[in-house]
């Protein structure tokens, strides 16, 4: 069994800044793809950002140059720092990562339990 684990969230004013960490245990062989997608209230889940295991990323359009994801491989975690944040990047933040369980053939995806960001002064 695989867990995510996430933490960082928080309040924050706007302009502020966050980071975010997830981290994967349990029985795992390798992971290949790592991400964050948020949820905001009476919205769909939504891609903030993606990372594979070699390290090439892909941003939402609304977060290009103020989110930085990124990954340690050694520590099976994820990061997203998050500046200049605005009011509309409050959200449920949920890690999501393709892991390759030991034994497995091929990889299943999993989900965090989720991180409440509320940006606001």
């Known amino acids: 069994q695989v867990q995510l684990v996430e933490s960082g969230g928080g309040l924050v004013q706007p302009g502020g800044s966050l980071r975010l960490s997830c981290t994967a245990s349990?029985?795992?062989?390798?992971?290949?793809?790592m991400g964050w997608y948020r949820q905001a209230p009476g919205k769909e889940r939504e891609l903030v950002a993606s990372?594979?295991?070699?390290?090439?990323?892909n941003y939402a359009d609304g977060v290009k140059g103020r989110f930085t994801i990124s990954r340690d491989n050694a520590k099976n975690t994820v990061y997203l720092r998050m500046n200049n944040v605005k009011p509309e990047d409050t959200a449920v933040y949920y890690c999501?990562?393709?892991?390759?369980?030991?034994?497995?053939?091929?990889?299943?995806?999993?989900w965090g339990q989720g991180t409440q960001v509320t940006v606001s002064s």
């Open positions: 990372i594979t295991s070699g390290g090439s990323t």
């Open positions: 349990g029985s795992i062989f390798a992971i290949n793809t």
């Open positions: 999501n990562s393709h892991v390759v369980a030991s034994g497995a053939v091929y990889a299943i995806t999993y």
